[in-house]
């Protein structure tokens, strides 16, 4: 269950499967990771908003979000066996496409654009997809996006010489996150994890991080960390095991996360059988509606 | 709020614009069709099999510009050929489309030259032989996605869409023909209604009382109520005069019609619907692991 489709046909060109390990209980919502990964991967801007919900204002993953702090305000403790005064905590995860072992975007991608890299990650190709955008609504994360083409109002000033904004040229394809797959060819760290500055976001082998990530599970129980649970470790999940999972402190749905997310093209086979079924049926209803003669 | 981010959708509402729903309807039509052109033609029909096969090239060739507008890029609509993917609906249908569509477009062109009978036959029987598939496999094309509604609609979905393009099909025949010579297709577009009618039961019950809301509130809710309405009138006024009257066979062909528009209405707008309110996602997720826990 836990090995990607399309990996292992690499051969002597496959690397190790690496991913991220995001370890909420660290993470001081800096958002650097937001803005190193905007700046190496030329993201554009997404809307400049104020949405009033504590400090997140880029509100969810999408083609111009690949990285995505959530900030959640808690009146509950931080650790179980806290007693005095009256229980308040913040919660903050850095939200990242999942890299799924099983991933219903490449599974569903008509053109071939989506594809698993040497690396073990899902990565779009832009020169292939023609923003059919049907990953958009396959990923059970509602990571990935068409980026629309904007309608520059006709008042705007642009700083003289300046270059367009990316956001400026025509687009309508889709987009998400990397694993800045540029930066792994040549032996980097992708941008998020080297910008965090309290190592909430790890880079690494996902043996290793897998891990590492039982060890602190462990350690932070061991301290009573309220809510503490890995999230997407597990190879045997829904979707074989995310690429990049996470610990969080609380359940998923409270960073707006699918509690027991699987891959839509699990189902696919029993869905083909309908269909075939189905087509069948349509045969017989139009040959049965001949037994009753011409009027 | 502890069932959601600020009540923020989990998934992605799909980003399928108004094309969408209707070649939902016209690839059922041109699906439709070509097999019941092609029953005619054995049958000896002749004057149903050319009304068919033209409704049915008609159906197929409105399709594929309305998927090309609808992409983010359609200058790069042959990318769609590219590959062959059974994981993808969307690239199965894509060569079903391209197959069945290219054979009735072929087949109509012959049949109005009266040239290449043989090559006209063997059009006819390729359009029909794909035309089963494009009438279903859009059910999967919904069914194959994260979107609560359509997912676990999966097990009716190809027979729901199925049932309509086959009702859809017979009702556009009995339109345009006159009762002495539409007698199938006004028997397909009654049975078809009701065997959508029933498919649409099913599922709503068999989704749960959750996620079947999105069949009844809000715009959702009144497409389907509207479909079933028409569908049911429509059925109900072919079977009870069709037969008889020109008129009345015009008529409820025509409600037929409208009715299967709205039903792909409807299951298009509740998917959106149930992408858009976390709870669809959230609430049978959590039961499952809590379950499993």
């Known amino acids: 269950?836990?090995?990607?489709?399309?990996?292992?046909?690499?051969?002597?060109?496959?690397?190790?499967?690496?991913?991220?390990?995001?370890?909420?209980?660290?993470?001081?919502?800096?958002?650097?990771?937001?803005?190193?990964?905007?700046?190496?991967?030329?993201?554009?801007?997404?809307?400049?908003?104020?949405?009033?919900?504590?400090?997140?204002?880029?509100?969810?993953?999408?083609?111009?979000?690949?990285?995505?702090?959530?900030?959640?305000?808690?009146?509950?403790?931080?650790?179980?066996?806290?007693?005095?005064?009256?229980?308040?905590?913040?919660?903050?995860?850095?939200?990242?496409?999942?890299?799924?072992?099983?991933?219903?975007?490449?599974?569903?991608?008509?053109?071939?654009?989506?594809?698993?890299?040497?690396?073990?990650?899902?990565?779009?190709?832009?020169?292939?997809?023609?923003?059919?955008?049907?990953?958009?609504?396959?990923?059970?994360?509602?990571?990935?996006?068409?980026?629309?083409?904007?309608s520059l109002p006709a008042t705007t000033t642009r700083v003289?010489?300046?270059?367009?904004?990316?956001?400026?040229?025509?687009?309508?394809?889709?987009?998400?996150?990397?694993?800045?797959?540029?930066?792994?060819?040549?032996?980097?760290?992708?941008?998020?994890?080297?910008?965090?500055?309290?190592?909430?976001i790890q880079?690494?082998?996902?043996?290793?991080?897998?891990?590492?990530?039982?060890?602190?599970?462990?350690k932070l129980q061991q301290e009573n960390w309220n809510g503490v649970q890995l999230y997407g470790r597990d190879p045997d999940d829904g979707v074989g095991g995310f690429g990049a999972f996470f610990l969080l402190l609380d359940e998923p749905e409270v960073y707006g996360l699918p509690p027991d997310p699987v891959v839509t093209t699990r189902d696919?086979?029993?869905?083909?059988?309908?269909?075939?079924?189905?087509?069948?049926?349509?045969v017989l209803g139009v040959v049965a509606s001949f037994l009753g003669g011409r009027r | 709020m502890s069932d959601s981010y600020y009540g923020r959708p989990v998934i992605k509402e799909p980003t399928w614009t108004w094309e969408i729903p209707i070649y939902l309807f016209t690839g059922g039509l041109g699906g439709g069709s070509a097999v019941l052109s092609a029953a005619a033609r054995l049958a000896g029909n002749e004057r149903l099999a050319k009304t068919s096969l033209y409704l049915g090239a008609a159906g197929d060739v409105v399709s594929a510009p309305l998927l090309i507008a609808d992409l983010g890029r359609p200058e790069?609509?042959?990318?769609?050929?590219?590959?062959?993917?059974?994981?993808?609906?969307?690239?199965?249908?894509?060569?079903?489309?391209?197959?069945s569509g290219g054979a009735s477009s072929t087949a109509a062109v012959l049949e109005t030259l009266d040239r290449l009978r043989p090559v006209k036959y063997l059009a006819e029987l390729v359009s029909a032989l794909f035309g089963g598939p494009l009438a279903t496999y859009t059910g999967a094309l919904l069914a194959n996605t994260s979107v609560p509604v359509w997912h676990e609609g999966?097990?009716?979905?190809?027979?729901?869409?199925?049932?309509?393009?086959?009702?859809?099909?017979?009702?556009?025949?009995?339109?345009?023909?006159?009762?002495?010579?539409?007698?199938?297709?006004?028997?397909?577009?009654?049975?078809?209604?009701?065997?959508?009618?029933?498919?649409?039961?099913?599922?709503?019950?068999?989704?749960?009382?959750l996620l079947a809301e999105p069949y009844r509130k809000g715009l959702s809710g009144q497409l389907t109520r509207a479909s079933k309405l028409c569908v049911a009138a429509g059925a109900g006024l072919l079977a009870w005069k069709g037969r008889q009257s020109r008129s009345a066979a015009v008529g409820g062909s025509t409600l037929v019609l409208a009715g299967e528009m709205l039903l792909r209405w409807g299951v298009f707008k509740a998917g959106f619907a149930s992408a858009r309110e976390p709870k669809y996602t959230v609430l049978p997720q959590r039961q499952r692991r809590d379950s499993n826990r």
């Open chain 1, 1 to 150: 269950m836990s090995v990607p489709d399309g990996w292992l046909a690499y051969g002597d060109e496959q690397q190790e499967r690496v991913g991220f390990f995001t370890d909420t209980s660290v993470c001081i919502g800096c958002k650097a990771c937001e803005v190193a990964c905007k700046e190496w991967n030329l993201v554009p801007e997404d809307g400049l908003v104020f949405t009033g919900e504590s400090y997140d204002n880029t509100s969810t993953l999408g083609a111009n979000s690949w990285r995505h702090v959530a900030f959640i305000e808690q009146e509950k403790p931080l650790r179980l066996d806290d007693e005095d005064g009256e229980p308040l905590r913040w919660l903050m995860s850095s939200d990242v496409c999942k890299h799924c072992t099983h991933a219903a975007c490449l599974d569903v991608c008509p053109t071939g654009s989506l594809f698993r890299t040497e690396f073990g990650t899902v990565v779009v190709q832009e020169d292939i997809c023609n923003g059919c955008g049907y990953c958009v609504p396959a990923c059970p994360f509602g990571v990935l996006d068409k980026r629309h083409i904007p």
């Open chain 1, 160 to 200: 003289s010489g300046s270059e367009p904004q990316a956001s400026e040229r025509p687009d309508g394809r889709v987009w998400k996150c990397t694993l800045c797959y540029d930066r792994l060819k040549g032996g980097h760290e992708p941008a998020c994890a080297k910008a965090c500055p309290t190592d909430s």
């Open chain 2, 76 to 99: 790069r609509f042959l990318n769609m050929l590219r590959v062959f993917k059974v994981t993808s609906p969307m690239s199965v249908g894509s060569w079903v489309l391209f197959v």
């Open chain 2, 154 to 209: 999966r097990h009716e979905l190809p027979w729901l869409f199925g049932a309509s393009g086959t009702a859809t099909a017979g009702a556009a025949a009995a339109l345009l023909l006159p009762p002495e010579e539409a007698g199938p297709a006004r028997r397909l577009a009654i049975g078809c209604a009701a065997a959508e009618l029933a498919a649409m039961e099913v599922m709503q019950h068999r989704v749960g009382r």
């Open chain 1, 203 to 218: 880079f690494g082998p996902l043996d290793e991080l897998r891990a590492r990530a039982d060890a602190r599970l462990e």
């Open chain 1, 268 to 282: 696919l086979p029993g869905l083909w059988a309908q269909t075939a079924l189905a087509a069948g049926a349509v």
